[in-house]
């Protein structure tokens, strides 16, 4: 079956910019999470949505940064005024279910990532 | 906050050899995910451990989760040109499936 796709898979834009990328996950999958990945790092969460709420959006860096997710499938992040330092790869990940105790057991399964370049 | 340290950052082997890469964390885990990240690709996921002393094994893969659920670690046995990638260990933090990650390590595996 078809995995998590996210598009663009490479964004170049100049600084000032507003970009969005977006993320298709599996069919059927409630909880919907993006993370962000500078180089030589491992990723960080950025915002988690189950259905169409933002259940946790601690990790967004600033309000440049906003997400949704209007029908609890797509998602699209959104980032306003560009910074040189926000290039990075937008990664998206889906899972069954997000909601759990401590010690959640519900598989992520990754999309290929955006690779958004800030010039 | 909970931090992972992953080590080594780096690693070549020979095709054949054995090695290890360890994941320790700064608080108890409450599950620890290995993922695997090659180039412009996602992270796939390899395996998830919970359970203290728990051990998991993939074809030459096999990870541990330490007794004290403080530690993990990830074992290839006879590596090959396919197991080059980046390793990642990843802990679920907060009431959410949310994950925090390691830096990752880097493996090449010559031929």
């Known amino acids: 079956g078809a995995g998590v796709s996210q598009t663009p898979s490479n964004k170049v834009t100049e600084k000032g910019k507003y970009v969005e990328l977006r993320c298709d996950p599996i069919s059927g999958h409630t909880a919907l999470y993006w993370y962000r990945q500078s180089l030589g790092q491992g990723p960080e969460f950025l915002i988690y949505f189950q259905g169409t709420g933002a259940a946790d959006d601690s990790g967004l860096p600033n309000d440049r940064f906003f997400a949704v997710r209007p029908e609890g499938s797509v998602s699209t992040l959104k980032i306003q005024r560009t910074e040189r330092g926000d290039s990075a790869v937008y990664l998206c990940?889906?899972?069954?279910?997000?909601?759990?105790?401590?010690?959640?057991?519900?598989?992520?399964?990754f999309g290929p990532g955006t690779r958004l370049t800030v010039t | 906050s909970q931090e992972l340290e992953q080590s080594p950052q780096s690693l070549i082997v020979q095709e054949g050899k054995n090695l290890t890469i360890n994941c320790t964390s700064s608080?108890?885990?409450?599950?620890l995910y290995w993922y695997k990240q090659k180039y412009g690709e996602g992270l796939i996921f390899l395996m998830m451990l919970q359970k203290g002393g728990e051990e998991k094994s993939h074809e030459k893969i096999t990870a541990k989760l330490d007794e004290k659920k403080q530690q993990s670690s990830l074992h290839i046995t006879a590596s090959q040109p396919s197991h080059a990638g980046i390793y990642l260990c990843g802990a679920p933090t907060g009431g959410y499936s949310t994950l925090t990650f390691g830096k990752g390590t880097m493996l090449l595996v010559s031929p």
């Open positions: 990940a889906s899972s069954d279910n997000g909601v759990a105790s401590v010690g959640g057991t519900y598989e992520q399964y």
């Open positions: 608080k108890t885990l409450y599950g």
